[in-house]
Structures are given as C-alpha cells and as structure tokens.
C-alpha cells in the first residue's frame, strides 16, 4: 500500500531528513519518502497503518512536526500563516549563528541545541506586515485602515508593530543583566573587603555570617538571572554536544556548590581551605562574576548579531507597503498584498515602485543604487522594466505589474542573501574538527592543572589548584572558534547584496578568491546584449531585400534568441509582412530552420549553413568580411539548400567592459573570451578590449570542454555568461557568474550573480571574496592564538617564572568579549569599499 500525507512543521533538509528518519522507523512501513517543497511524505506499507500510529511517532521524536490527510491541513496552514503575522517584523523562522546542524532552521525561539547559543531570527520580506489601526479605549477593535471605533467613537490610532525576536532577547537579557549586576556588586565587594587588614565588616559581625549573606545574594543570579546557562549546560552533557556553556556551567557549578558545601559543612575541609576565623573560603564572588560577565558578553553579542544581517534589513525597508493602483481609470491606494498580476499601478515622483513590472506609460529616471550599487540615476520609457524597491525620479509613470510578492527581485535577493547566510564556507571545517576535540581536552587540561598544582604548587595547595582549575574552564571559548567564520560570511554576503553582487553561499566566496582564470562569454556579458540589425542583404537577384527580411523575421518569431528579437523588431519598423512557418527548431550554437511555403528555410552561421548543406562562396564570405571586422556578427539566409541573403547585426560594447577587464588582468587573472560568433568579429571585440585571448565559434559543449581543459592544467576557473547556452559552462566552472540581466537557467547555474550585469561586478565580486576571506583567516587566527596562549596562562604556566595567575574573574571577562571581538572584526567588512 501506497499512502501520501501532508507534513506539517518543516522548514529545511536537516527536518526533512529527520521526518524521513522517523517514519521509516515506524513498524510495517518498507519505505518512506518525504518532499520538502510539497511538503508531502509518501509511505509504502505492508498493510494499511492507521495515521495516528505516525501522529504518535512524530509527536514522541519531537513536537515539531505534524502529518495529516491530504486537504486537511489547510486550516491548520493559513492560522499558523495569521499568527506569524501578527507577530510584527519577524518571521518566525530561527537559525544558530554558528550553523552547527547546517543550513537547519526552527519555528520558534530558543537556543541551539549543539552550541547553546541564542536562535537568530530570519529578516524576510513576508514578514513587513502592513499598519493596522486599533482603538485606545478598546484594544480589541483592529482595522486594516483608519477610522473611528465602532464601541465609543473615538479615532482608531496606528497599532505598534511588535518588536522582533531579536529585539527581545536583547530586552530580556539586558532585564537579567541589571539583575545580576545589582546582586553581584555587593558579593564582589564583600569578598574584596577581605583584603583589608582591619576589615570594618567583621565589626559588624563575623566572616562566617557574611557568607550567608553571600549565598543569599548570589542565589537571584545564579538561579534567575544566569540558571539558562547551566540549563544549557545540562543538555549539553546529556546530549554529548559539549559546547562553551558546558565549561562554564561545570566551572561557576563548581565554585558556588563548593562554598555552599563550605558553608553548610566546615569541618570536612582541610586547614588550608579555612581562612583566620575558622570559615571556609567561600567563592560566591568568583561564581557570581563569572555569570554576570558571560551574561554580558552574551548581551554584547546579541547587539552585535543584530549588525551582521543590517544588510538584509536595509534591504527590508526598501519594499513599500502601499501603492496606487488604477481601476477603471480611478487611482485607489491599496496595500502591496492586494497587487495581482497584469494590474496598473500608478508612481508618484519620489515613491518607491511596489512590484517588478514594465512601464507602459511615461518616461522617468529611477534610482537603482540600493540594487545594483551604481549612483547614477537610469532613464527609463515605455516597455523598460522597473524593480520593486527602486525610486522613482521626478515625472510619474504608469506601469503593469508583472511579478509580485515573493517573485520580486527584492524579495528574490532577501531570500538568497538568507540561504547564503546560513551556508558554511569549506574553510570553516577546521574550526569544527577542533570543536569536536575542544571541550573534552580543556576539561582534561583542567584537571590535570588542578592534580599538577595539588602536587606542586605553593601553600595552600589545594586553594590554588581548586582556583586555576576553574580558570582554566572559563577562560576556554570554542565560541569563538565557531563565530569565526559565520559572521564574516553574514556581513559580507549582505554587504555583496547591496553592491548588486548576489552570492549563492558561502563556498563561492571562497572559491572567488582564489581565481585566477576568468571566461567571459561575448554577447550580453562583454557587450550590452541589445542586439540592433544594420542592414539587410540579397547575394541575387532572385530575392529583394524585403523578401529576405520577410523570411528572416517569419522565422525568428518562433525564436527567443536576443538576435532574434531585434530581427523581428527591425522587420515590425520596416512593415514586413510575416509568413506563417512550420516544423520550427532551433538547432544549439548554430541557427534556426522552418518550413515556409513548403520550403526548407534557415539562418544562422556557417556551422548552420553546413547543417542545412547550403555552400556559401568565397564573394559571400569576402562580402560578410567586411562587417565580422568591424565587431559586427552576419548571420545567413538559405532556402532549399541555396543561401541567397544576409542580415547584419550590431553589439554595442558596454562602456565598463574594458576598465573592469583591466581591472582583473591587474589583479593577475587571466581574461578569456569565448563566443560563438565567427573569428573576425571576435577579433574585433578582443582587440578593442585587449584581450589576448579568445576563442570564436564556440558550441556550448566546446565551452565546456574549455572549461574542464584550463581546470586539468590547474587553473581556478570562474565563468561568466547570460545565455542558456551558458548554462553548462557555468554549473562546470568552479564560480558560476550570471548576469543578471540574462535568463533564469543562467542564473539558476550560476554561484554569483551580478544585478546589474557588467563586468565591473565581477570586480566587486573579486574584491569582496578577497576582503572576507581576510577577515575570515584573521578571526580564526585570533581564535586559536587566544585559547592556545589562555588556556595555559590560566593554568598557571607562567606563576613559576614571574609569580603571575589568572584570577577566574578576568578569565570570565577575556572569554566574554573574545567572542564579542570576532563579531566586532566581522563588522569591520560593512565599511569595505567593494
């Protein structure tokens, strides 16, 4: 028996495979299968399996995860939809910064459950909520538009948008901290008088009774302000995913179940432990410090999570929430969800544009940078496309929209500067082997400093081994080690995004900065990609020039292809009458063909005459020559076998074509332009360029084999393209670079994509990995110099040579902004000219 299901609850491979997992478990399933974008499990069984035996089994594993009848969790879908969004900025959707379980996401707060760290929350667009309007005197009352309460009349005011999940957490920790502080202060101070010779505290009363002040006041902090740590650290011991939380919950556990135990039970310690009045040393202090100081790095932290995906929230506040939309001939303002396709909408000059979508009246300028990076403000007329997000100039257009919600260009590159953010960079596997080892070792370290010291250290020995043993535990950070390389990523992946470099994750930063071998593709990619046609040949008498445009455009109606198009467009202004075609391919590389008028027909170059067995002459080609040297491309027309006219097509080159080509040869790569236009045009481009390599008449499949030939004799290669054609080449390339202007399958190919498709994006690209990849290789080598040269100082290594130990307190205060400084170096690449 074969049964599908609707799961409910998953948000990433990580659940998608766990679901698999459990269900397979399940006695007299053979098989499960489970789809994460339909969101369906399908179960083969023996025999039929009521659904609440794998309610039962999702619900044991983990409450996250519900599966139904298919058509049955509709209801269950849109109010889990309604709640989320009421809930302000956020969206729902929580990842670790450290990305310990991959790209593993969660629906709701916490904290990590390898690492012990705080759940970040995602920035989307879905979440920009639109205003709402509530009444004062009754909160109750919600409208989507203003007005006056039904109840008692009065105006309806503007609802506050609920802080995000971000916002909260630092709330709530900054509420702990000022708690912790305010009852670690007094204990601090009690425990330093100490040192004072004739200490007025103990004429107030003895030492032994200031320690249950002590225990009092340490228990807010240890068991409210700070006890999320130690329950971290539990679940860290219990699951084996030791992490800095385990350290630190067995180090300050230690030290404030020590003095308890000191307190309640005198007599069972030694002499040494016991200060002149006959009480224990306690280390309320140290214990309590320990908490407050980690609560404060966490608190700096959070703040400083809040910067690294500052990108993606500039990017938020370019989506506007209301538009004007023109329904019969009246402008009516409506809110960014009620946009559907193919509506009219109104720009206002000064109002950012809603959605994607086409000009279909008035011209303007638009400010793009927030997109592709570039300052200067764009021309823009009827059927110019315009993206959600952009600012319109000083004239009002009207315009059809043509993508909407999360089809947007804005919400698309939101959407992969998260899935960037999330993805792990190779370089970052280093850092996890020694995470792996970490913890255990430093606990070992930590007791063989306490037997060392117990053995030969100075009196009182057990004292100072107890001390250095605890300092060892808490100055350790694999913190640190796992922040190294997620942070620099986040920022600079952000950073990429607003310059109108998308990276697709983390792994193409790496690779890009290590490239030394660009290919970049002719048309669209060198050239501006907007094809126009020059002239229009015959090579007899037996066709004019009107019927070989006739057949031409006939044919290219059928075609996609950028020459095609400006083909047809030539042949509408020319008033070329279209004859009907049949059996229409187009044939990769080469051309197209049809049957018109029950004849063969086909256009294309050379390699195309050859397949439809049309010779061209030597006077044809001499006659073509003349063109292919000036950077012009000439594609040829052959009826029945007969080539019998031309078209000649002309390519601007783009104006940052040869300062961004310089730009790379200078930083030692080497350019390459592959083409499948003929020799002599290439040769043209390339010398204009200075370019001294390229290669003419290039099938997709010679592109590839380019490709794999320069990556055998060890070059690093990126590839740039806009075309399908492209496609291959760039899945093959080591960094696949669309443009951005070019099509989806390119861009799908493609690691890198470039918005504003020119070659100085390239450049930014380059620069980019470049800068990250430094920032990266700094953070990690900060995070190993500090434990490897911590770790020993705080065992005590250099007391036998110049009478210096590390107290745990100062520990605790270098191991909390260890941390805070690897996010605050990764900070650093938000103010990196790209």
């Not at 397979?24 to 399996?49: N, R, Y």
């Not at 970049?520 to 990619?525: E, F, I, N, R, Y």
Request: proline share 4%; with cysteine.
């Amino acid at each position: 028996m074969k049964h599908t299901y609707h799961i409910h609850g998953m948000t990433c491979n990580g659940c998608r495979s766990h679901v698999e997992e459990t269900l397979s478990k399940v006695e007299g399933v053979s098989k499960a299968t489970v789809d994460l974008e339909k969101a369906e499990a399908t179960i083969e069984m023996e025999s039929h399996i009521p659904i609440e035996t794998f309610q039962e089994a999702l619900k044991k594993d983990s409450d996250r995860y519900t599966i139904h009848n298919q058509g049955e969790h509709h209801h269950h879908h849109t109010k889990g939809k309604k709640e989320k969004q009421q809930k302000g900025k956020g969206t729902g959707t929580f990842y670790c910064p450290m990305h310990c379980e991959g790209d593993k996401t969660y629906d709701k707060p916490g904290d990590c459950p390898v690492c012990g760290m705080d759940l970040v929350e995602e920035q989307n667009l879905s979440a920009t909520s639109k205003e709402q309007w509530t009444c004062p005197m009754h909160p109750e009352i919600v409208k989507d538009e203003a007005g006056s309460c039904p109840i008692c009349g009065m105006d309806l005011v503007p609802m506050e948008a609920d802080s995000s999940a971000e916002e909260k957490t630092y709330k709530k920790l900054l509420k702990k901290f000022w708690i912790a502080t305010a009852f670690t202060l007094p204990i601090f101070l009690m425990a330093m008088s100490e040192m004072l010779n004739n200490n007025p505290l103990y004429d107030i009363m003895e030492q032994k009774y200031w320690n249950w002040i002590q225990f009092a006041l340490s228990i807010p902090v240890v068991f409210y302000a700070t006890w999320m740590f130690f329950e971290r650290a539990y679940k860290s011991i219990k699951t084996w995913n030791l992490n800095m939380f385990t350290l630190i919950g067995i180090g300050a556990g230690v030290a404030w179940l020590f003095s308890v135990f000191g307190m309640l039970f005198p007599d069972v310690f030694p002499e040494q432990f016991k200060t002149e009045s006959g009480a224990v040393h306690v280390y309320f202090e140290a214990a309590t410090v320990i908490l407050t100081l980690v609560l404060l790095g966490q608190l700096l932290e959070a703040r400083a999570h809040s910067k690294t995906n500052s990108a993606v929230k500039e990017l938020l506040k370019l989506a506007p929430n209301k538009a004007i939309k023109i329904i019969d001939g009246e402008e009516v303002e409506v809110s960014i969800d009620e946009i559907e396709l193919n509506d009219i909408l109104k720009v206002k000059p000064g109002d950012k544009i809603p959605v994607d979508g086409v000009i279909t009246e008035g011209e303007t300028t638009i400010d793009e940078s927030m997109i592709t990076g570039e300052p200067i403000p764009v021309n823009k007329s009827q059927e110019d496309k315009v993206s959600s997000g952009t600012i319109n100039g000083n004239q009002s257009f009207l315009m059809k929209a043509e993508k909407v919600g999360s089809d947007t260009l804005l919400s698309q590159i939101i959407h992969m500067v998260n899935d960037a953010s999330r993805s792990r960079a190779p370089i970052q596997n280093l850092a996890d082997k020694v995470s792996g080892y970490f913890v255990p070792v430093v606990v070992l370290i930590s007791i063989i400093t306490f037997i060392v010291w117990s053995i030969w250290g100075p009196e009182p020995v057990y004292v100072y081994a107890f001390v250095n043993a605890i300092a060892v535990l808490i100055i350790a950070c694999p913190c640190a080690l796992g922040l190294a390389t997620p942070m620099s990523v986040m920022v600079g992946v952000g950073k990429g995004a607003q310059n109108g470099v998308l990276i697709k994750n983390a792994e193409a930063l790496e690779k890009m900065d290590k490239v030394n071998t660009l290919i970049v593709d002719k048309t669209g990619t060198i050239t501006e990609g907007k094809p126009t046609v020059e002239t229009v040949g015959a090579f007899n008498d037996a066709l004019s020039e009107k019927e070989v445009l006739q057949y031409i455009v006939s044919l290219n109606t059928n075609s996609e292809h950028p020459l095609a198009e400006a083909t047809v467009k030539y042949g509408k202004e020319h008033n070329a009458e279209i004859l009907k075609s049949e059996d229409f391919s187009a044939v990769t590389g080469k051309g197209v063909e049809a049957k018109i008028d029950g004849k063969n027909v086909a256009l294309g170059n050379p390699k195309m005459m050859e397949y439809a067995k049309a010779d061209i002459t030597s006077k044809m080609k001499d006659e073509a020559k003349s063109y292919q040297e000036q950077g012009k491309t000439v594609s040829y027309l052959s009826i029945d076998e007969t080539v019998v006219g031309y078209v000649v097509i002309g390519d601007k080159i783009k104006e940052t074509s040869a300062k961004a080509i310089k730009a790379l040869q200078d930083k030692g790569i080497d350019v390459i332009m592959l083409t499948g236009d003929n020799h002599d045009t290439a040769q043209a481009v390339a010398s204009e360029l200075n370019l001294a390599d390229f290669k003419a008449s290039m099938l997709p499949e010679d592109k590839l084999k380019e490709v794999e030939k320069l990556q055998e004799n060890g070059k690093v290669v990126a590839m740039a393209g806009d075309g399908i054609n492209d496609a291959p080449a760039l899945a093959k390339s080591d960094v696949g670079i669309a443009m951005g202007t070019g099509t989806d399958v390119a861009i799908e190919s493609a690691m890198i994509t470039l918005v504003k498709g020119d070659l100085h994006g390239i450049v930014k690209a380059k620069n980019l990995s470049n800068a990250v990849m430094k920032n990266i290789k700094q953070n990690l080598f900060f995070a190993f110099i500090y434990n490897t040269l911590g770790v020993p100082i705080a065992a005590g290594v250099l007391f036998p040579f110049f009478g210096i130990l590390l107290s745990p307190m100062i520990a605790a205060l270098a191991m909390s902004f260890s941390s805070v400084s690897v996010i605050g170096n990764a900070l650093r690449l938000r103010t990196i000219k790209v």
